[in-house]
């Protein structure tokens, strides 16, 4: 019997959608875009949670670009503590300010204070865990790399691509925009799914698919029910949050059908 693999995209701080997903989906084995962090209220209980599923055996998780900016400054501190070189204290401090001015200062905030010489271990572990790119195969199985059978790709931003601005294509996953595809894919890869560009409704675009919907702001989280075979099937948590917002997100490609479920009153 395949596994059920569920995607879910930018949280941002909300761990009430996440519970909600992982209490509607018990048996589900869920694969996280990244982005879990920043903006929103409760950014570490998110990343509580999703080490929780991933030591329960429930959970993937994979890095978003505010995963990597998070990381930046705790890199090059963690090599000054060993070096001593103040360029790599000053890289340190110029990836902190990097992190804070895109959304760390939400973290900042919920901790009260939060600094490189006393950074979160919690967060820190977190960070350490997370994969970029992955393939799920019709069996529910994740690949580190391209499997011989059929798969899906799933990565935060985009398949990892050479491109001018990110000539790392691991860095390329993590950034890219829709605007700036399509794609080339491994042979093999049937569709890849993404996050990172906040859409009105999940949409396709050639052979990409995204699911960002804006869940900190908007409340309404997007979860998708890996297909290897077909059109994957697409269910919205609609929680507390403004759907309005949603007006000033990208407009482009093909939308997905959805099904909604209303979760106002039980969270």
């Known amino acids: ?41 409760h950014s570490m209980e998110t990343v509580q949670l999703l080490l929780n599923l991933k030591d329960q055996g429930r959970a993937t998780l994979l ?10 400054g705790l890199k090059w501190y963690t090599r000054y503590t060993g070096t001593h070189d103040l360029g790599d204290y000053r890289k340190a401090m110029e990836g902190y300010q990097w992190w804070m001015g895109n ?23 977190y960070l350490d865990q997370l994969k970029r790119v992955v393939y799920v195969t019709t069996d529910g199985e994740i690949h580190d790399e391209p499997p011989s059978e059929p798969s899906v790709l799933v990565s935060h931003a985009a398949p990892p691509v050479k491109h001018r601005q990110y000539p790392n294509p691991l860095s390329a996953a993590l950034w890219l925009r829709p605007f700036e595809g ?42 998708l029910d890996v297909n290897v075979q ?35 009153g039980t969270l």
């Open 1 to 41: 019997m395949s596994r059920q693999v569920l995607i879910v995209p930018d949280l941002h701080g909300r761990a009430d959608l996440l519970i909600a997903a992982a209490e509607r989906y018990p048996d589900a084995h869920f694969l996280s875009l990244g982005d879990a962090i920043d903006r929103g209220r």
């Open 103 to 125: 959304g760390g200062d939400s973290v900042r905030k919920e901790l009260g204070s939060l600094t490189l010489e006393k950074f979160p271990p919690l967060l820190s572990a």
């Open 230 to 264: 077909a059109t994957p099937d697409i269910t919205v948590l609609c929680g507390r949050g403004d759907p309005a917002v949603a007006r000033r997100y990208s407009a482009f490609g093909e939308a997905i059908p959805t099904q909604s479920v209303n979760l106002l």
């Open 63 to 72: 890095m978003g670009n505010h995963e990597r900016m998070a990381g930046e």
């Open 182 to 223: 399509p794609f080339a894919m491994p042979d093999g890869v049937v569709y890849s799914v993404h996050g990172h560009t906040p859409v009105r409704t999940p949409t396709r675009l050639y052979r990409h698919v995204y699911i960002d919907l804006g869940a900190y702001e908007t409340g309404r989280l997007a979860l």
